[in-house]
C-alpha cells in the first residue's frame, strides 16, 4: 500500500476518515469500494485507523470513479457516512462549537485535517453570509464540495441547531437527476451555474447558541488538534496561507521576507514572529514550498533536474540533488522512476 512518509507529501494529504466514508457511499451503489482503491495503490483493509492520512493525488482518483460511475449524490451520501469521530479531534470540536460561527471558523481553521486541497471562506455580505467552498485538485469533481456541505450542515444538526439555517445552496455546475436529492439533503432550492460553490446563511443566525455547545471541551479538542496537525507535519491556517503565497511566487522569484509580508499585510517582524510561535520559520516554509515543487515536476519527464533547479532558485543542479535527498531521502531520479513506475 503507498504510504506518505513523514518527510514528504504531508502538504498533500487527507484523513483516511474521508476515504472510509467514500467506500461506504461507494457501497450504497452496489460498487466493490476495496476494488476501487486498491486499482489506485491503497488497501483499505490495511489502514489501522481513521486518523492515517492518504495521498490526495490517489483519493482524487476514487472521487473521480465515484463522478464518473454513480447518479451525481455521492458526495452527499459521502457526507450520510460521516461521523464526528471520522475526522479524529475536529470532529468533536465542530460538534461542541457554541454557535455556527465558531463551528465554520473552527472548520476552516483546520481545514488541513481533511485536506491542503479543499478550501472554505466565510464571506460577509450585507444581511448574509456565505461560505465559499473549494475544491484545489488537479482533477476536479463538484461532488466533493457536496460532501464537505453536506458534512458542515450536519455537523449544525448534531450540535443541536433547531431549524435548518441553510438558505440556499449554490453549485456551480448544471444538475441533471440529482437535483431532487441534493434539494432533499440541503433542505432548499438549488441554484445551479453559480460562480462558486456556496452555503448561504443569515448573518444573524450564525450567533445562535448551539445547545451541545461547550467552551471548556472545545478548548481541550483544540489542543488534540493542534497536536494531530504537529504529529503529521501538517500545517495550520495561517502557516498555509504564507505557503500559498511563497508558491504563487515561485516562478517569478519574488519570495523575499518583505515582499510576502507586505502582501499578507503584515511586517516581516509580525510574520517571523508569528511562524516562530507555530514551530516554524520564513526559511523552512521555502524549502517546503520549494520540495512540493520538486515532487510535483517528479510526476514529468520533460523538465530535467537542472531545468528544475534553475527554477527553484539553487545555484547548480548538485546543490539540488542534495537537498532533494535531504528531503525524500532518495535521489531525484529514483524518486522520478519510482513515480513513473505506478
Not at 432533499?184 to 445562535?208: H, I, M, T
Not at 507535519?233 to 507586505?262: C, N
Amino acid at each position: 500500500m503507498y504510504r506518505v512518509g513523514r518527510n514528504i507529501g504531508q502538504y498533500d494529504t487527507s484523513i483516511a476518515g474521508w476515504s472510509f466514508a467514500i467506500a461506504s457511499a461507494l457501497e450504497t451503489y452496489g460498487i466493490d469500494a476495496s476494488e476501487v482503491f486498491s486499482k489506485v495503490g491503497i488497501e483499505l483493509d490495511q489502514i489501522a485507523s481513521p486518523y492515517e492520512r492518504l495521498p490526495v493525488s490517489l483519493v482524487e482518483q476514487v472521487w473521480q470513479h465515484a463522478a464518473s460511475n454513480t447518479d451525481g449524490c455521492c458526495g452527499i451520501r459521502v457526507a450520510q457516512q460521516l461521523t464526528p469521530a471520522s475526522l479524529q479531534a475536529l470532529g468533536l470540536l465542530l460538534f461542541c462549537s457554541e454557535t455556527p460561527q465558531r463551528l465554520f471558523e473552527r472548520y476552516i481553521r483546520y481545514r488541513c485535517v481533511l485536506s491542503h486541497r479543499h478550501f472554505c471562506e466565510m464571506v460577509v455580505k450585507g444581511k448574509e453570509v456565505r461560505v465559499d467552498l473549494v475544491d484545489e485538485r488537479e482533477r476536479r469533481s463538484e461532488i466533493t464540495n457536496d460532501a464537505a456541505a453536506g458534512y458542515l450542515c450536519r455537523a449544525l444538526q448534531l450540535a443541536g441547531a433547531g431549524k435548518n439555517l441553510v438558505k440556499e445552496l449554490h453549485v456551480t455546475r448544471a444538475l441533471g437527476r440529482e437535483r431532487q436529492e441534493i434539494e432533499q439533503f440541503f433542505g432548499v432550492p438549488v441554484k445551479e451555474g453559480q460562480p462558486r460553490y456556496s452555503l448561504v446563511f443569515d448573518a444573524k443566525d450564525l450567533n445562535l447558541k448551539l445547545p451541545a455547545g461547550d467552551s471548556a471541551l472545545a478548548s481541550q479538542l483544540e489542543a488534540s488538534v493542534e497536536r494531530y496537525i504537529a504529529g503529521n507535519g501538517l500545517f495550520s491556517e495561517y502557516m498555509l496561507r504564507v505557503r500559498t503565497e511563497i508558491l504563487s511566487r515561485m516562478d517569478s522569484g519574488a519570495i523575499s521576507l518583505d515582499a510576502v509580508a507586505a502582501s499578507l499585510n503584515v511586517t516581516p517582524r509580525t510574520l517571523q514572529r508569528r511562524l516562530s510561535d507555530e514551530g516554524s520559520s520564513y526559511n523552512a516554509l521555502i524549502d517546503q514550498v520549494r520540495c512540493q515543487i520538486a515532487l510535483d515536476y517528479c510526476e514529468s519527464s520533460t523538465i530535467s533536474a537542472t531545468e528544475i533547479a534553475f527554477k527553484l532558485g539553487f545555484a547548480d543542479s548538485s546543490s539540488f540533488g542534495r537537498r532533494f535527498r535531504q528531503w525524500t531521502g532518495m535521489s531525484f531520479s529514483e524518486c522520478r522512476s519510482r513515480k513513473a513506475v505506478r
